[in-house]
């Protein structure tokens, strides 16, 4: 990127914000940093520029891999770069220069210090995985000024340069110590029921009032009826794993590439995606196999205070990554029409299918339908995901105008396009806790005496548009 000069804001250093960038936002990789403009040093703690003849700070990290600390909301102690013991080495002074030097002008004279913090998240199943399952993450905090600096003996026996930053009023809060507190917490506020998934670790939590999740069997995979067996998929022959770069069936059905990357991330969307499944020949680690290894995320189900019953996740999720299936009994359209009560959960599959590209959105063929009684017009007839009674944690995902999932549809047992897996995937990074949400893009809905049913909507998103049908 830098070679083709794509870098954001052509590479150049700035002081105070820059354009585009939130506090709270949050990164996985320095190498982002870089790319945005926010700090320019791939390993540095101290990135800085020339102004008048003199360096001045941009922008620190501070990922804890000195001795910083934070004194109040508002106060970080920082440490100064360089010195730092090596393989045979043992650790020296560190010297008023470069980062250092920086950091001191930007005191004198005045200016503004973007503050990136580090520090490492949960990523576990479950909080007995914590210490097992750790993953870094960097979060943009604001401006701070340079209140002070000083030299004292570190902890390694060497002088260190100590610098006080006092965060700009007036700023977003961060609340990273509540993120802190949240995870470092043994007792959960509110009422924590019993895994509802039956093994899976997936639990409800109620800081609302007294009421319990709509009773339901969980189920991990979809339940097809017995009258229909889906004829196996033909597999490929890629011993090694399969590859965008070789002749693979799967890849050409995917149009030639494969949609992840050799993280399990979503890059690029398809009306449909076709992974590896048991007839190919590939092993369970080929990277053309993501959603059909289950959900890996500390998802948890949680009372909101206005759309009954929602889903988070107890760390950040990096956009592209997946979240869960969709799933629960198959039904088709006419039986699902003649099922309805008050706490029924229907999504349409398979309808309006076509072979055109999707940007980052919500593929449309999805229609989730919670009132009773309801029927879906449905042109092509298809197949329906009943969830009522039988379902996974999907069922509880809630609408929003601005939604933080994409739905995908994936094959990979069998090719029938009627009746695609419904998968889940984050559209954008989501910080910790943030509530799970994808439009529902239901259209209009019509009782059996062909009236339209409203149905109010309270994602509080900007974008709402008062309405989820």
């Not at 105070?16 to 990789?29: A, I, L, S």
């Not at 695609?420 to 799970?436: C, K």
């Amino acid at each position: 990127m830098k070679e083709e000069n794509k870098l954001i804001n052509n590479g150049r250093k700035r002081l105070g914000n820059v354009p585009g960038v939130e506090v709270g936002d949050k990164y996985h990789y320095r190498m982002e940093l870089c790319v945005i403009g926010m700090h320019h040093q791939t390993q540095g703690g101290i990135d800085y520029m020339r102004r008048g003849g003199k360096i001045l700070a941009t922008s620190i990290v501070a990922s804890g891999g000195y001795d910083d600390k934070m004194d109040g909301s508002n106060i970080l102690i920082y440490t100064g770069q360089g010195g730092e013991p090596g393989r045979g080495k043992k650790a020296t002074d560190q010297v008023l220069k470069q980062g250092n030097l920086a950091l001191k002008n930007s005191m004198v004279k005045g200016t503004l210090v973007r503050v990136i913090r580090g520090f490492k998240e949960t990523n576990g199943q479950s909080w007995s995985e914590v210490k097992m399952n750790m993953s870094p993450a960097l979060v943009y905090d604001g401006l701070y000024f340079v209140k002070n600096f000083w030299k004292e003996r570190g902890c390694h026996g060497a002088h260190v340069f100590k610098y006080k930053l006092e965060r700009k009023e007036g700023q977003p809060e961060l609340a990273m110590k509540e993120l802190k507190k949240f995870s470092k917490a043994k007792a959960r506020e509110g009422i924590r029921l019993n895994d509802i998934s039956e093994g899976a670790g997936i639990y409800a939590v109620n800081t609302i009032d007294n009421e319990r999740p709509p009773g339901f069997q969980y189920k991990t995979s979809m339940e097809y009826p017995q009258r229909y067996k889906p004829a196996p998929a033909h597999g490929c022959e890629c011993t090694n794993g399969c590859s965008s770069f070789s002749k693979c069936p799967c890849t050409e059905k995917n149009g030639g590439k494969i949609p992840f990357n050799h993280n399990g991330v979503l890059v690029e969307t398809k009306p449909l995606i076709y992974e590896c499944g048991r007839s190919c020949k590939c092993p369970s680690t080929c990277y053309n196999r993501v959603s059909q290894h289950g959900i890996k995320l500390p998802l948890e189900v949680f009372k909101t205070k206005n759309k009954g019953w929602g889903v988070r996740c107890l760390c950040s999720i990096p956009s592209g990554t997946f979240i869960c299936e969709l799933t629960g009994e198959l039904l088709q359209d006419m039986e699902a029409k003649e099922r309805t009560g008050a706490d029924e959960y229907l999504f349409d599959i398979g309808n309006n299918y076509d072979d055109h590209g999707l940007l980052w959105g919500l593929s449309s063929i999805l229609a989730k339908l919670r009132s009773s009684p309801v029927c879906a017009t449905v042109e092509n007839g298809g197949f329906t995901i009943d969830a009522t009674k039988r379902g996974n944690v999907g069922r509880f995902i809630n609408h929003s105008c601005s939604p933080n999932l994409c739905v995908q549809n994936v094959l990979y047992h069998h090719h029938d396009k009627r009746m695609p897996h419904i998968m889940f995937f984050a559209s954008v990074n989501i910080p910790r806790l943030q509530e799970l949400t994808y439009n529902y893009k239901v259209g209009q809905v019509f009782d059996y005496d062909g009236n339209i049913r409203k149905k109010n909507c309270y994602c509080g998103s900007s974008e709402c548009t008062g309405r989820m049908y």
